[in-house]
């Protein structure tokens, strides 16, 4: 069976908006690069910088408790560590987060997001070698692996609920094109060729578990607008709440948007 | 309704082509009950159809409710007939007022009012001039002078409010009045980008609402105030405020329409663990002491409804339930 890459996204506040990216260069055993770098953890909640251990994503604010985060866009550029926040395009941050400043001003605006009482503000987390993705609880094998969505399942449930759904309440970070409806449920233990095709190589990555979805899809990420229950309607329609596999790279290389996919033979996890 | 009082209609008169406003009396010429600008009456018209008004002058004045009526040509018939079949002297069927738009203290407002949108917002300016609020704007957006409500009075208090000295710096006294076909677009990315203390108000057609809000996504949601369907959960679910007690320190914990379960529990320093956020996963799950649970859920059996509840989206049909962590067995 074979499909093309779609779309290609990383995320890198957990909670706050996608970046889309034409290509990414993926490393074995590593996560998405820039995914989930920073969270902002609840002030007086159980996150301690110095003493960090994973958490569960009700420590963060995210869009399962905070759905106003979806409408502002964040940027992040890796390079300069600097990020950029606009509002329908229009600009309200620029912060450096190499300095104490650029950190506080961030957490500032995002305390009046998520309207926390005056003088109180997130935490800005981040901790070396670590990303925020709700997998990495599960593990530093789980935290290292990337996300997959099948986009033609998304049509399925659109059709099913007679709603559109934007494919980015998923919040993946490879969306995938041409397949059939739910193959990505044979796909548990099997190996994915990823790209290649163009001679640069490609990735490949062997699918490890299917995600479980929560509320967090109940979002609209473009009206920032709870509005589908999503999870439930998963439920009433398939009687599992799964949306999507979480893979790790066996062998890295280069991505793109446009690459084709082909599905190894079904072989032991 | 019980609470529905009898009115006569002491004077009716039309601002527009098609907005009539009309002030409405006791029949027994007693006084109303206090109202608050933002709120609104239900209205049986003469249609049969009920139709809810925001008032609209000094709500302060307790002797009479004043609202105005955009008659609707492609409507279901109940602002087309207040218009066309209520006169002078007539009487008419109101309910109490009821406040879904409060007015906050705030130290700066800026109010929005697009075409019929006026009513409540007039009634706002009025009570925070009297207030002696010195920094409210208000932006008044409609087709054309012809189609503006209250126009020559606006038009007299946006040079009122001009001779007014500012009393703090930044502070302002403005009205605009801004007609589209004059006009074209309003920009407002100036008037939102710096959100400081201001609470925004809004009254106008659902683009407008959908626009001003995701233009004030860096603001505290709290300092932005619409009215909508306040109570209807975003999946069509009516929910109400109720009360729930945290029966291991008998905590109680009051539940707004607008939050689960499960977040004032949190809010309230409880640790419940919880996982989907969507009444699926089960995580959540909390021992059901007392009370009548409105189960929303989709993981909890007949039989486990009567012992158990799923805080994350279940909600109460009684005022209270008391809750206790599930690990400790049923009685």
């Keep these: 069976m074979h499909g093309t890459i779609d779309s290609l996204y990383r995320y890198p506040v957990k909670g706050l908006t996608p970046e889309p990216l034409d290509r990414v260069a993926l490393e074995a055993g590593r996560a998405f690069p820039a995914d989930r770098l920073f969270a902002l953890a609840k002030p007086t909640g159980a996150y301690d910088a110095e003493n960090f251990v994973p958490l569960s994503k009700r420590e963060y604010f995210v869009l399962l408790n905070t759905d106003r985060l979806a409408g502002l866009a964040a940027r992040y550029d890796p390079e300069n560590r600097t990020m950029r926040v606009t509002v329908q395009g229009h600009p309200v941050l620029e912060a450096d987060f190499g300095t104490a400043e650029g950190r506080a001003e961030f957490v500032e605006l995002y305390a009046r997001v998520a309207d926390l009482p005056d003088g109180v503000r997130p935490v800005l987390a981040e901790q070396p070698g670590y990303n925020f993705t709700d997998n990495a609880n599960d593990g530093p094998r789980m935290m290292n692996t990337i996300s997959l969505i099948n986009r033609a399942s998304i049509r399925d449930l659109e059709q099913r609920i007679g709603r559109e759904l934007d494919p980015l309440r998923f919040r993946a970070n490879v969306y995938l094109e041409g397949l059939e409806p739910w193959a990505e449920r044979q796909w548990i233990g099997r190996e994915l060729r990823l790209g290649g095709s163009g001679g640069s190589g490609g990735v490949t990555v062997r699918v490890v578990e299917e995600t479980e979805r929560c509320a967090a899809t109940e979002v609209d990420p473009t009206t920032a607008r709870r509005d589908v229950p999503v999870v439930r309607l998963l439920h009433e329609n398939y009687g599992h709440e799964i949306m999507g596999v979480f893979a790790e790279v066996l062998s890295g290389g280069e991505l793109a948007v446009g690459d084709t996919v082909s599905v190894g033979d079904e072989e032991a996890a | ?331």
Excluded: K
């Design chain 2, 1 to 331: 309704m019980s609470d529905d009082e009898t009115v006569v209609v002491s004077a009716r008169r039309m601002l527009t082509a098609d907005v009539c406003e009309f002030e409405l009396r006791r029949a027994d010429g007693a006084l109303f009950e206090p109202a608050e600008p933002g709120a609104h009456i239900t209205v049986h018209t003469p249609s049969g159809e009920a139709r809810s008004y925001s008032l609209t002058a000094d709500v302060s004045d307790r002797s009479r409710r004043v609202i105005a009526v955009r008659r609707d040509e492609n409507g279901r018939g109940g602002s087309r007939s207040m218009v066309d079949e209520v006169h002078d002297g007539d009487t008419l069927v109101i309910s109490p007022a009821r406040n879904a738009f409060e007015l906050v203290e705030a130290p700066s407002y800026l109010l929005v009012a697009a075409g019929i949108g006026i009513t409540p917002i007039r009634a706002m300016l009025i009570e925070l001039l009297r207030r002696g609020v010195t920094d409210v704007r208000l932006v008044y957006l409609s087709r054309s002078r012809d189609e503006t409500p209250y126009l020559e009075e606006m038009e007299e208090m946006e040079e009122i409010a001009e001779l007014i000295e500012p009393t703090a710096a930044g502070a302002e006294r403005s009205i605009t009045l801004h007609h589209r076909t004059l006009h074209g677009a309003l920009d407002w990315w100036p008037l939102l980008e710096t959100p400081g203390e201001r609470h925004l108000y809004v009254c106008g057609p659902e683009p407008l609402q959908n626009e001003l809000r995701a233009l004030t996504m860096h603001w505290r949601p709290s300092r932005v105030h619409m009215e909508d369907f306040a109570g209807v959960s975003a999946f069509g679910e009516i929910s109400l405020p109720f009360e729930v007690d945290w029966q291991p320190t008998g905590a109680r914990i009051p539940v707004t329409s607008d939050q689960t379960m499960l977040a004032a529990l949190e809010g309230a320093g409880i640790d419940v663990d919880s996982s989907c956020g969507s009444g699926t996963c089960g995580t959540c799950r909390l021992r059901l002491v007392e009370g009548e649970a409105d189960h929303r859920d989709v993981v909890l059996t007949e039989s486990e409804r009567v012992h158990f509840v799923m805080p994350c989206v279940s909600r109460a049909l009684s005022d209270r339930l008391v809750v206790a962590p599930s690990a400790v067995a049923p009685q």
